[in-house]
């Protein structure tokens, strides 16, 4: 498997999707987020972050550009709006969070070439035409694309999670 698709229609969805990842990441994880404004890409880490048991919530590092949280592994959680150009992401120093934890980071898609090959990428797209009346809220796709061998088992694994639970 390299990718999956999922459907999310509040905030609460896309945390539960979030932390079956946070839940099943390895030390070294790099994982890409990818969707335009308010899609959702700090509540998917704020799951994430919940699935590796930090103790405080994740908040968009928009201003920081990269904030660390301590739970079972350490999430290193970077924003990428705010840099004009790739080698600035380049300078972050990517490679160093990755040898102590997680790395998660927004706006991916403005420094694709600062990223090592294997990796997962998540788009997040939202679709205002699929409403959700009950809940008020707009449906959002959530693709996680695996791209090398650890993704995939990461990926299978957060599928089966998933599947053993309702979303």
Known sequence: MDHLTLTSRTSDDTRHIGRALGRHTQPGDLI???GGLGAGKTTLTQGIAQGLDTAEPARSPTFVLVAQYQGRLTLYHADLYRVDNPLEALELGFE?????????IEWAEKAPEAFPQDRMEIHIATNKDEMHLERSGWARHITLTAHGPRYQALLAAVASALKMQEL
Not at 96 to 104: A, I, K, P, S, T
């Open 32 to 34: 890409l987020l990818i």
């Open 96 to 104: 160093e969070f990755l040898e102590n934890g997680v790395c998660v």
